[in-house]
């Protein structure tokens, strides 16, 4: 079994998983729903989950 996580090295958010939600939620400062729905619209790719919720309009 692994000790450390591979969530901080990762390139995908997965959904599926309570603790990637919680680690990528505390690093976009989003909630769940918000997570969920940026994900939906940019894919499972953080760059593009980043990209995307830097261009919501109260991103700052």
């Known amino acids: 079994m692994e000790e450390t996580s591979s969530t901080a090295t990762a390139q995908f958010i997965d ?3 309570q603790m990637d939600v919680a680690y990528w ?3 976009f400062g989003v909630d769940p729903a918000q997570l969920r729905e940026a994900v939906h ?3 499972h790719q953080v760059q593009e989950v980043r ?3 830097s261009q919501l309009p109260n991103a700052g």
Do not use: K, N, P, S
Request: glycine share 8%; with cysteine.
């Open 51 to 53: 990209r995307y919720l």
């Open 41 to 43: 619209h940019a894919g």
């Open 15 to 17: 959904l599926t998983q």
């Open 25 to 27: 939620c505390r690093i």
